[in-house]
Every structure is written in structure tokens, then in C-alpha cells.
């Protein structure tokens, strides 16, 4: 059977956010549909473009939370 795969499916295959059987469909299809693969391919070249960022919550952020689950955080005016 032959599916038609949009391009949310094929970033959802390069992020890892498919199941495993999705993922062999999709790579199944790679290697027997040329303009699939060349979309994915364009796909993946622009997804290693994108800058690597990582953010972290500041340290008093963190404390809050914590606080706030023992019961312990003071209500702020």
C-alpha cells in the first residue's frame, strides 16, 4: 500500500517523534520514492542548519518549584 506522507510526518521521523513501525513505513518510502527523498533530504539539511539552543530555568526558578511542592513557598505579594 502506498502512503502519501506530508512534511510534518517527515520532521516528526528527523526529531525521533515517530514509533518505530511509522519509522520503517517512512523509511521504506525513502528508499522507493525519489521526491519523497529528495524532500526529506532538503528537509534534514535545513533542520542541521538551525542553531543547537538549550535553555535552562534560573536557579531561584528551581527553588520556587521545589519550595512550592514541600508546602513551604510564602505567597508573594
Given at each position: 500500500?502506498?502512503?502519501?506522507?506530508?512534511?510534518?510526518?517527515?520532521?516528526?521521523?528527523?526529531?525521533?517523534?515517530?514509533?518505530?513501525?511509522?519509522?520503517?513505513?517512512?523509511?521504506?518510502?525513502?528508499?522507493?520514492?525519489?521526491?519523497?527523498?529528495?524532500?526529506?533530504?532538503?528537509?534534514?539539511?535545513?533542520?542541521?542548519?538551525?542553531?543547537?539552543?538549550?535553555?535552562?530555568?534560573?536557579?531561584?526558578?528551581?527553588?520556587?518549584?521545589?519550595?512550592?511542592?514541600?508546602?513551604?513557598?510564602?505567597a508573594m505579594?
Amino acid at each position: 500500500m502506498k502512503h502519501s506522507y506530508t512534511e510534518e510526518k517527515l520532521i516528526q521521523l528527523i526529531y525521533g517523534e515517530c514509533d518505530i513501525f511509522e519509522r520503517l513505513e517512512i523509511e521504506d518510502s525513502l528508499q522507493n520514492d525519489l521526491c519523497l527523498r529528495e524532500n526529506y533530504d532538503e528537509l534534514y539539511k535545513t533542520y542541521h542548519k538551525l542553531p543547537k539552543v538549550k535553555f535552562a530555568p534560573k536557579a531561584s526558578t528551581i527553588n520556587n518549584i521545589l519550595m512550592y511542592g514541600k508546602g513551604t513557598l510564602e505567597a508573594m505579594c
